[in-house]
Nanobody
Framework: EVQLVESGGGLVQPGGSLRLSCAAS????????MSWVRQAPGKGLEWVSS????????HYTESMKGRFTISRDNAKNTVYLQMNSLKPEDTAAYLC?????????WGQGTHVTVSS
């Protein structure tokens, strides 16, 4: 059974940093691209970032370039999202996504609140 478990969210002041983690199990983690997606209160899903199977290729949505960094540790079956210079508009539930053989799997999400 595929499982994705996010952690690391919380309350942070504007300009602060957080590192999110997503622990994966139930599939060959090292073979698949992993992504982070977020959902702000009252809004739809927004793709944040993706990382290729070996970490060699990363993509970010434009508003997060230079502030967010995605990485992965295939030995630990974990993907990370380092978020710096956080803004109030980054407040959202952050979800981990795995696209395995055209089927999407999601974690339960971890909540990030950016507020003073």
């Amino acid at each position: 059974e595929v499982q994705l478990v996010e952690s690391g969210g919380g309350l942070v002041q504007p300009g602060g940093s957080l590192r999110l983690s997503c622990a994966a199990s139930g599939f060959s983690f090292e073979d698949y691209t992993m992504s982070w997606v977020r959902q702000a209160p009252g809004k739809g899903l927004e793709w944040v970032s993706s990382i290729s199977w070996n970490g060699g290729i990363t993509h970010y949505t434009e508003s997060m370039k230079g502030r967010f960094t995605i990485s992965r540790d295939n030995a630990k079956n974990t993907v990370y999202l380092q978020m710096n210079s956080l803004k109030p508009e980054d407040t959202a539930a952050y979800l981990c996504n795995a696209n395995i053989l055209t089927r999407h799997y999601w974690g339960q999400g971890t909540h990030v609140t950016v507020s003073s």
